[in-house]
């Protein structure tokens, strides 16, 4: 009794003490919330009652409050408890440095919702008290602490407060900050971290309400700016979402600092929400995404959004109160800035193969998700544990995360898991990661320091001033120069043209004097014409006077008549001197208007005489050119005439010498008859000579030719009779490797049919006998193995070269055994590339066309399909024409498994966005709707396959802005086959189905077509009765964004 009281009594203390430590983190608002009821803790009887009927009370009870309100009576402790010392380090909320790890669970999904139904959750959530319980079977279960626990309930805006706000408010700060996202795929994380919500706010995303924090922030003080980056690793190469042309960039390390820096990033300056909003949707477009069995968006590589913030500081704090400045440099007026980055991860989610069922290039893409999340988790585990050494150089991702852990930065990790027990193991691999993470501890740090680059920006804005200003002055002066200079040529040209009017006065001076001199010729000359007639004039006044005297003298004698007739003779004599002195007045006034007229035609002259000088100095000049233009031409002509002269004159030499020859042939002719025919005999005997010597040659030629031949036919013959042994021995070889290729065939279709006959088995309960199932999933792994190493051991001891060379054989039987080899290799990703490089692809392609073998056909068609998954094979088959010859096969048999076969080689072919429309073009998608007219599930389930891997690669060439316009798929009759066959009772057929069409209405130029053929009905349909979530959340959307739909 005293035992059972003292238990109690411990038992009460440590719920107390649970109660207090819950008190500390809850709000001081609402103490009555921390009562025992709200807090789901036990009441003092459960506990006494719970410890009294216990089976095994000296027991140790559970150190967790959780472990001890379970309703299980079983008191057996979990296989990894929470320890007080663990809870302790986790209760240190008041260090910044610790990484904090919240957990969310998103809620069922319908396909959960109908496997699940009848068992419990997974996890058990207890949001008050911050733990976890993870179901381990019906009896016993396990306690975890978080940071925060968030039910599948919890809006995106509690999230991003709980998780998110904290980690915004220390970059706006000035520290570093990481926020990420990890947990299984299908589990919410891009939901969490990504989701736009540009349409309904309430479902934005950790980045969207981060960057909107961030930019109000921004808005309230010029002095902030905000720039991004968004870059996805993917297999283990960095590319930009925000420039798709960046791909392999690389990460730069400094060696001083060891800050992890990407250089060849395109940053983009955040003006306010929308134009993020833009910027996101772009890289969101660039992201790599697929469909697997557990989601059909998933992730395939890791996003990582920087935010870089920069924040200029005043003199005076954000408390309002001056800062410290530094004691060196502080004075000087040097600006401070804080530099803070934000890093947001959507990591791509971890996956199993068998139970994501991908396939093809997405198993390469899984490969290198888990890689790098190996990589990220060993990291965390050294750090966890203190270990000397961590290892981040093993993957780019832990170099990207460097600061995160371990560094400087406040990191802030969400963990998101689902409810179903079907992935307990994935889980509880999520949970135990995030319980490590919370172990490390970051040196938190305030980068805070001199704004030189603000300081150079102004120097450098007052040095281009002052550029300014003294190219200003500069060009003034310039100005100035050239006004100046302009103003000197003026002068100049005015100097010239006075020098000119000078010399040209002084030549009109000379001129003007020698006219003067002229004109003073001329005015002595009517001087003297005067002085002749003044002198006339005295002698006629003086003849008047002698005659007055004479008349005087001869009145009085008696020559009167005498008299009368001299002065007759007189006066005539006089009146001619008269009119001689008048003439000569008369031509001395005319000599007068002559000198004017003669000084005017002077002057006209003297501009003629100039004019006349400047034509005939280029008459001259043209004259001289056309003169040595004639000499030349004279000359050639002279020339050409001398040479004529002379052939003329050897001509007629020749001539001479002919008509001489003539006469004398004519002489000599006679004679020469005889002489002629004694030169034919004699000609005609040479003649035979020279063919009986040429007759001769020739026999010694053949006689020599016949010897070299028969040297030649023996070495023929030796060589081929090494030849016949040669090939006897290869035939020998080809004998034995084949045997051995019938015997490993045959151990590899007996390790085929043991594994069809175990999956054929009965799957009873493991009451009645039947084999559990890990020892069936071992059977047939042990199976797969066995083939395997089959397949490569034949590979090696044969030789793939070898295998394709008997494709070509004449043997039917041995033709029909080496394609079977082949397409069980073909099976093998690993041999893909030897049978490419080999020149497997062209001899399969030329085999289908060639052989009318129905087992050819079926096993070569098999193999191509194997090989249509490699991008490689894919070129190959493509270039060689194998859509086409792919196609019609529908018309060469009729065999279901053959053309299953070809539907899923070209179904694969349709996830290929670069063969979209050759595929068209050669009938690919016609011969894929005839092959679904058999009415095979098989085929119909690959036809639909391959519409749904062709509608999803164009309906993204559509939002990446690659191609525009109606489907290719729609110009064949898809959508009306589509639409009929959405109801098939194949699950995965349905399922493609209505990707498809989803895809299809993606596109608003088919919105048409929709209505036509009434697929906007099944699009509701779709959207209500889908088995699959993400294919009705994507049908929902589709309604909503479409207004064709939406009418």
Not at 252 to 277: C, M, R, Y
Not at 529 to 541: F, N, S
Not at 851 to 859: A, E, M
Request: glycine share 6%; net charge neutral.
């Amino acid at each position: 009794m005293t035992s059972s009281s003292n238990s109690s009594s411990a038992v009460r203390s440590s719920a107390k003490h649970a109660a207090e430590r819950i008190q500390q983190h809850l709000p001081p608002s609402n103490p009555a919330s921390l009562s025992s009821s709200s807090l789901n803790l036990p009441s003092k009887t459960s506990i006494a009652a719970s410890i009294n009927h216990s089976p095994r009370p000296k027991e140790r009870p559970s150190s967790t409050a959780s472990s001890v309100s379970a309703a299980s009576p079983s008191t057996r402790r979990s296989g990894t408890p929470v320890h007080r010392s663990q809870s302790k380090d986790f209760d240190e909320d008041n260090d910044p440095g610790r990484v904090r790890v919240s957990v969310r669970v998103r809620p069922r999904n319908g396909e959960e919702l109908k496997s699940d139904a009848d068992f419990a959750d997974l996890v058990e959530l207890q949001p008050e008290i911050k733990r976890l319980k993870l179901r381990k079977n019906n009896w016993n279960s396990e306690s975890y602490r978080f940071d925060e626990v968030f039910t599948d309930t919890a809006s995106q805006k509690r999230v991003y407060e709980g998780v998110a706000k904290p980690v915004v408010e220390g970059v706006l700060s000035g520290y570093n900050g990481t926020i990420m996202a990890y947990g299984q795929t299908g589990t919410g994380k891009t939901y969490t971290v990504g989701k736009i919500g540009k349409d309904d706010a309430a479902e934005r995303g950790i980045m969207v309400r981060a960057l909107e924090d961030i930019l109000a922030s921004a808005s309230s003080a010029s002095s902030v700016s905000v720039e991004i980056s968004y870059l996805q690793l993917y297999m283990e190469t960095i590319q930009d979402l925000l420039a798709p042309e960046k791909s392999n960039i690389s990460i730069n390390e400094d060696g001083k600092t060891g800050e992890v820096s990407v250089p060849g990033a395109t940053l983009v300056n955040i003006q306010d929400l929308d134009h993020f909003f833009q910027v996101l949707q772009v890289g969101e477009t660039n992201r790599h995404a697929a469909n697997t069995k557990m989601n059909t968006e998933s992730s395939r590589s890791h996003a990582i959004l920087t935010v870089y913030v920069r924040r200029a500081m005043n003199e005076k704090a954000e408390t309002g109160t001056k800062s410290p400045k530094p004691e060196s440099l502080g004075d000087k007026g040097i600006p401070r800035v804080r530099k803070s980055k934000l890093l947001i991860v959507d990591l791509a989610g971890s996956e199993r193969i068998n139970k994501s069922g991908t396939d093809g290039h997405l198993i390469e893409e899984a490969k290198f998700i888990n890689l790098s999340l190996t990589s990220l988790g060993k990291c965390i585990n050294a750090l966890a544990e203190g270990s000397s050494h961590i290892p981040t150089r093993d993957s780019k991702l832990t170099r990207l995360l460097r600061d995160s852990f371990g560094g400087s930065a406040r990191t802030s990790l969400i963990i998101t898991i689902g409810p179903s027990a079907r992935y307990h193991a994935e889980t509880t691999s999520t949970i135990m990661f995030g319980q490590r993470a919370m172990k490390i501890v970051n040196m938190v740090k305030l980068k805070e320091e001199f704004d030189y680059e603000s300081l150079c920006r102004k120097l450098e804005t007052q040095v281009d001033h002052l550029t300014a200003e003294v190219e200003r002055q500069t060009k003034l002066r310039n100005s100035e120069k050239q006004e100046l200079e302009k103003r000197l040529r003026e002068c100049e040209n005015t100097f010239a043209e006075a020098e000119k009017n000078a010399a040209r006065s002084k030549f009109l001076e000379k001129e003007n004097a020698r006219l003067e001199l002229r004109m003073k010729e001329l005015l002595k000359d009517l001087e003297m014409q005067k002085d002749q007639c003044d002198l006339m004039r005295d002698k006629a006044t003086q003849l008047e006077m002698n005659l007055k005297n004479t008349k005087q003298q001869l009145e009085s004698s008696g020559y009167k008549e005498k008299l009368a007739d001299a002065s007759k003779v007189y006066e005539k004599k006089i009146e001619d001197l008269v009119q001689r002195v008048e003439d000569e007045q008369a031509r001395s006034t005319n000599a007068e208007h002559q000198l004017n007229e003669m000084k005017n035609i002077l002057s006209n002259q003297q501009k003629s005489i100039h004019d006349q000088e400047m034509g005939n100095y280029q008459y001259q000049r043209e004259f001289a050119e056309a003169t040595y233009t004639y000499e030349s031409k004279i000359a050639e002509l002279q020339k050409k005439l001398e040479d004529e002269h002379a052939r003329s004159n050897s001509a007629e030499e020749q001539l001479r010498q002919m008509k001489s020859i003539i006469s004398d042939r004519q002489v000599l002719s006679q004679e020469n008859e005889e002489t002629n025919e004694l030169k034919k005999k004699l000609e005609e005997l040479s003649q035979m000579y020279e063919s009986t010597v040429d007759e001769l040659q020739t026999v010694k030629l053949d006689y020599d030719d016949l010897l070299h031949q028969k040297e030649k036919l023996g070495e023929e013959v030796r060589d081929m009779k090494e030849r016949l042994l040669l090939e006897e021995k290869q035939r020998k070889e080809m004998e034995s490797e084949l045997s051995k290729l019938k015997k490993n065939l045959r151990e590899s279709e007996t390790v085929v049919e043991d594994k069809r006959v175990k999956e054929d088995l009965p799957k009873g309960p493991s009451e009645s006998g039947a084999l559990p199932g890990s020892q069936r999933s071992h059977g047939l792994k042990k199976s797969l193995s066995g083939q395997r190493a089959t397949m490569a051991r034949l590979c090696e001891e044969v030789g793939v070269q070898k295998i394709l060379h008997l494709i070509k054989s004449e043997d039917l039987e041995v033709q029909i055994q080496a394609v079977k080899v082949v397409a069980n290799l073909a099976a093998e990703e690993s041999n893909q590339v030897k049978i490419v490089e080999e020149g497997g692809v062209e001899a399969l392609l030329t085999l289908v066309q060639s052989s009318q073998n129905s087992t050819i056909l079926r096993v070569a068609s098999g193999a191509i399909a194997n090989l249509a998954m490699n991008e490689k094979s894919q070129d190959l088959i493509m270039n060689k024409g194998g859509a086409q010859l792919l196609a019609k096969m529908v018309t060469k048999t009729d065999d279901p498994q053959t053309l299953r076969m070809v539907a899923g080689a070209l179904a694969n072919l349709c996830g290929n966005e670069k063969f979209l429309k050759l595929l068209k073009e050669e009938e690919g998608i016609k011969g894929l709707l005839t092959m679904a007219q058999s009415g095979n599930i098989d085929i119909i389930a690959q036809v639909a396959r391959g519409m749904a891997n062709f509608a999803k690669c164009e309906t993204r060439e559509i939002m990446q802005g690659r191609r525009k316009g109606r489907s290719l798929l729609l110009e064949e009759g898809s959508l009306e086959w589509l639409t009929s066959n959405s109801h098939i009772e194949s699950a995965s057929t349905q399922r493609h189905i209505e990707l498809a069409l989803c895809h299809l209405a993606q596109n608003e130029a088919n919105a048409i077509d929709f209505k036509r053929t009434g697929s906007v009905t099944e699009i509701v349909r779709i959207s209500v009765e889908s088995s699959r979530d993400d294919i009705r959340s994507l049908a929902k959307k589709i309604l909503r964004s479409n207004p064709h739909f939406s009418s």
